[in-house]
């Protein structure tokens, strides 16, 4: 590889000299009369290896050593000194203000090569030594940041995952304390088989979001696409969800298309998706509201709507509203809204398909997420 050599001498035929070794070494060379404009050089482009003169008008091979030394950029190139002068103290001097070698002239051509590859080597191996240690630090940050985000992963999930078992298990604690006290009629039982039923389907659903997360992370979720009749996935879906959401008192509803609508998607995965929108709205819609499900043809693409009444996204969040494990806090509430990880797998599902996810949503008025799929050709 060819190396940048600084050659700094105010004798033009010295310059004229080494620059000539240099070139017969298919290196680099840049000339300098004096040491500012040796420094003003380095500082542009901080050369591989410094040939340097010490007796030079305006600034000396001295000051141009201090300089260098004191520049947490200049400090580790290597500085060749070529002076004529050969006292030990002047050699001794230059030694101690940085200087890695000295050769007096008239020099030897073999000499000054050897020790000119010398130093590239030198100076070769201190770059990639640099170059492997800011790799390591980048890779060391990284690891504290995979850590980290690893920590709050499992933070969160023991969090969501022991607050509904919190649930399950103090409803069954006041079922046996009703059983006990034989006051546990009809109507109780009722309302403790529907928290319970609740609280499990939520686990279900959170558990199934981390695994399908991961699945699609590792590449390891096959994506089948197929012809879907998209208005009999979301009447399928109406039957299901009407039970859920009459126990919540919340009105769902699903606005009719005119004809069928076949869609391009992996039928699992994008009923799968759905779902997710679905519990998400009936988890954060008030009791009698709506929640509507339609779907409609945009050119050649095909759109599911989620539409509900809950209390909406702020602006500030809804960028990061998919990302992996946010969660925002309702300020009427003290848990938080969302799994954390149902937003993610819907936005990573889709993209699997070729599609995008997005969502309208406004503050206290509700949130309006968008499915859009290819449509399939006929």
Do not use: W
Not at 187 to 202: C, D, F, H, P, Q
Not at 208 to 226: A, K, Y
Not at 238 to 263: E, F, G, H, M, W
Not at 291 to 302: H, L
Request: with cysteine.
């Amino acid at each position: 590889m060819k190396a940048n050599i600084l050659i700094v001498d105010d004798m033009d035929s010295n310059r004229i000299l080494l620059e000539a070794v240099v070139n017969s070494m298919e290196h680099i060379p840049t000339l300098a009369e004096n040491g500012l404009i040796a420094m003003e050089r380095m500082e542009e482009q901080p050369p591989d290896l410094v040939l340097l003169d010490i007796f030079m008008p305006e600034m000396d091979g001295h000051e141009v050593l201090k300089s260098m030394k004191s520049s947490d950029a200049l400090r580790h190139i290597p500085v060749i000194v070529i002076s004529a002068h050969d006292d030990i103290d002047n050699v001794i001097t230059c030694i101690k203000e940085g200087a890695d070698d000295y050769i007096t002239k008239p020099f030897d051509h073999t000499l000054l090569k050897a020790r000119i590859i010398a130093y590239i080597d030198k100076k070769k191996m201190h770059d990639q030594e640099k170059k492997l240690f800011a790799e390591l630090a980048e890779k060391h940050e990284t690891l504290q940041k995979a850590e980290l985000a690893r920590d709050a992963m499992t933070h969160m999930i023991v969090h969501d995952l022991k607050n509904i078992l919190m649930v399950i298990m103090g409803n069954l604690e006041i079922m046996d304390m009703d059983m006990a006290s034989n006051s546990l009629d009809n109507k109780r039982l009722e309302g403790y088989l529907k928290t319970l039923g609740s609280a499990g389907r939520e686990m279900s659903s959170f558990i199934t979001s981390i695994l399908g997360v991961s699945r699609l992370e590792s590449g390891d979720m096959p994506i089948s696409l197929t012809s879907v009749n998209a208005l009999q996935m979301l009447e399928k879906l109406y039957d299901q969800y009407t039970i859920i959401a009459n126990n919540k008192k919340v009105r769902l509803s699903l606005k009719p298309a005119s004809t069928d609508i076949i869609i391009k998607a992996d039928k699992t995965i994008l009923s799968r998706i759905l779902q997710n929108l679905l519990n998400n709205a009936l988890k954060h819609t008030p009791e009698e509201t709506d929640v509507t499900m339609s779907v409609e043809r945009d050119g050649n693409n095909i759109v599911f709507y989620i539409e509900d009444n809950g209390p909406g996204i702020p602006e500030e969040y809804r960028e990061r509203i998919f990302d992996k494990f946010f969660q925002i806090k309702n300020k009427n509430e003290s848990s938080a809204m969302g799994a954390g990880l149902g937003l993610t797998f819907c936005k990573m599902a889709t993209e699997a398909q070729g599609g995008k996810i997005s969502i309208e949503s406004r503050e206290a008025k509700g949130s309006c997420f968008k499915v859009q799929l290819q449509a399939a050709t006929s």
